[in-house]
């Protein structure tokens, strides 16, 4: 009897560890995507913009696996420590799925992008991008590792984010007022830099989630948020 129950611990144990196995391929392949999208809108590459949108089903169909795999553990009847690891999964799939997503979308705006002339503006697209990225592979990080204070750490820098992003949004908008060419280009890096804001509010969602994973509902400390660009005056 002992050594079937430890059998079924054993096999419950193989199936998480195949559901964080899962995660992190699913994570490392946003990460991937979003790199991949901020170099085709620097390279002003179109073949390369269509891959990265088409590569995002591979993430859509990851996560499709992951939420299966979690109702299987469910209906397994997991204990309280177990469910809120499986909860976390749950959430932390949904996250990454819509940084993909976002991805996604930056590659397909860079097409249109690429029909007007270069904008100096794109450099200042691609600092957010790489501040966005690194949030993305810290937060994972501290997922993988179960580290609360890298994923505090994560979650404090989401408003250095939001201050590029609203810098970057003032700017785009007083160049669009000065020159009304610029209108359509510059919606476009609009959107994108909206994406990249929102992809660092995800990394901060995922945060949370770890500290749910370490904590339970143990509250998290106050955070910071600087987005100001509803209230933006140029």
């Known amino acids: 009897m002992n050594e079937q129950h430890n059998h079924i611990v054993k096999s419950y144990d193989d199936e998480q560890r195949a559901l964080l196995d899962e ?14 999208a901020l170099d085709v809108v620097e390279r002003r590459d ?5 891959r990265v949108v088409a590569n995002d089903e591979a993430i859509d ?10 109702i299987h553990l469910i209906r397994r009847g997991p204990l309280a420590g177990d469910l809120r690891v499986i909860l976390a999964a749950l959430r932390v799939a949904s996250d990454i799925e819509r940084i993909g997503d976002y991805a996604a979308n930056i590659a397909k705006r860079s097409l249109a992008l690429n029909l007007a002339p270069p ?10 991008g ?37 810098g970057l949004f003032r700017e785009l908008l007083t160049y669009m007022m000065e020159d009304a060419r610029a209108i359509t280009p510059c919606t476009h890096l609009l959107f994108m830099a909206k994406n ?8 901060t969602n995922i945060a949370e989630n770890v500290w749910f994973l370490i904590h339970g509902e143990e509250r998290m400390p106050p955070r910071d948020k600087r987005d100001d660009s509803n209230t933006a005056v140029v």
Do not use: C, K
């Open 23 to 36: 995660l992190i391929r699913m994570g490392q392949m946003s990460a991937s995507q979003l790199e991949a």
């Open 46 to 50: 179109d073949r390369a913009a269509e």
């Open 61 to 70: 169909a990851l996560e499709r696996q992951i939420n299966h795999d979690v």
């Open 119 to 128: 904008l100096p503006h794109t450099r200042g697209l691609g600092t957010l």
């Open 130 to 166: 790489r501040m966005a990225v690194q949030q993305v592979r810290d937060v994972l990080d501290a997922y993988v590792n179960r580290d609360g204070a890298a994923a505090l750490y994560v979650r404090e820098r989401d408003a250095e984010l939001d201050t590029l992003y609203t």
């Open 196 to 203: 990249l804001e929102r992809i660092g509010d995800h990394a």
